[in-house]
């Protein structure tokens, strides 16, 4: 399969909102895209989709074209890719686009984003997910059977582990997964 090789002058790396829609105003001819394979946490940029106006009026009106669920794009949440491994890997999808590769959850409410971001990371979400579904895939339908416990001190603990990582480095992702994996494992002792 050949890719295109895109400069970077031509991308917008600004966070996304749904006035983008219709495509992107000015100088910009493409944006940051999600594709499947999985990582904690954080996703490094690695693709990059065209999103001028004239591209995505071609999206919205080509038959085989799959401009679809558009209330979700350039939404918060959270990608769980959808062909499973050993360990579950979730990450933010920081507002970008994202293919059929990936499962897109989108919290409710704000304040439950990095707390599922955490438990979604953990070992024992990985062994609830391998006992409800053995199979090689991880779709939407499975993750909504899972049983969440959730507390606010936990879920506390869970976003100021994430964002130490995230915006302060101030330690290692395997520190931070092993930090969380404590928290959630007090939450499900007991219970598995």
Same mark, same amino acid.
């Given at each position: 399969?050949?890719?295109?090789?895109?400069?970077?002058?031509?991308?917008?790396?600004?966070?996304?909102?749904?006035?983008? #829609?219709?495509?992107?105003?000015?100088?910009?001819?493409?944006?940051?895209?999600?594709?499947?394979?999985?990582?904690?946490?954080?996703?490094?940029?690695?693709?990059?989709?065209?999103?001028?106006?004239?591209?995505? +009026?071609?999206?919205?009106?080509?038959?085989?074209?799959?401009?679809?669920?558009?209330?979700?794009?350039?939404?918060?949440?959270?990608?769980?890719?959808?062909?499973?491994?050993?360990?579950?890997?979730?990450?933010?999808?920081?507002?970008? #686009?994202?293919?059929?590769?990936?499962?897109?959850?989108?919290?409710?409410?704000?304040?439950?984003?990095?707390?599922?971001?955490?438990?979604?990371?953990?070992?024992?979400?990985?062994?609830?997910?391998?006992?409800?579904?053995?199979? +090689?895939?991880?779709? +939407?339908?499975?993750?909504?059977?899972?049983?969440?416990?959730?507390?606010?001190?936990?879920?506390?603990?869970?976003?100021?582990?994430?964002?130490?990582?995230?915006?302060?480095?101030?330690?290692?992702?395997?520190?931070?997964?092993?930090?969380?994996?404590?928290?959630?494992?007090?939450?499900?002792?007991?219970?598995?």
């Amino acid at each position: 399969m050949k890719h295109t090789l895109v400069n970077k002058r031509l991308v917008d790396f600004s966070k996304p909102t749904n006035l983008l #829609l219709n495509g992107l105003p000015g100088k910009y001819k493409y944006i940051p895209y999600l594709k499947g394979g999985g990582n904690h946490i954080i996703k490094p940029i690695e693709w990059y989709v065209a999103w001028d106006k004239e591209t995505v +009026a071609f999206y919205k009106t080509d038959s085989k074209a799959r401009f679809q669920n558009s209330n979700y794009y350039f939404r918060q949440g959270i990608g769980v890719p959808m062909v499973k491994s050993k360990k579950l890997k979730a990450f933010l999808l920081n507002k970008r #686009l994202f293919d059929q590769s990936i499962v897109g959850i989108f919290p409710k409410e704000e304040k439950y984003l990095y707390f599922l971001l955490g438990f979604l990371n953990s070992s024992v979400c990985s062994r609830i997910i391998h006992t409800i579904n053995h199979t +090689a895939n991880n779709s +939407a339908n499975y993750l909504k059977k899972i049983p969440i416990i959730y507390k606010e001190k936990e879920s506390s603990l869970i976003e100021k582990e994430l964002k130490n990582y995230i915006n302060e480095k101030k330690q290692s992702l395997i520190e931070t997964l092993r930090n969380i994996d404590q928290i959630v494992n007090s939450l499900y002792e007991g219970k598995f």
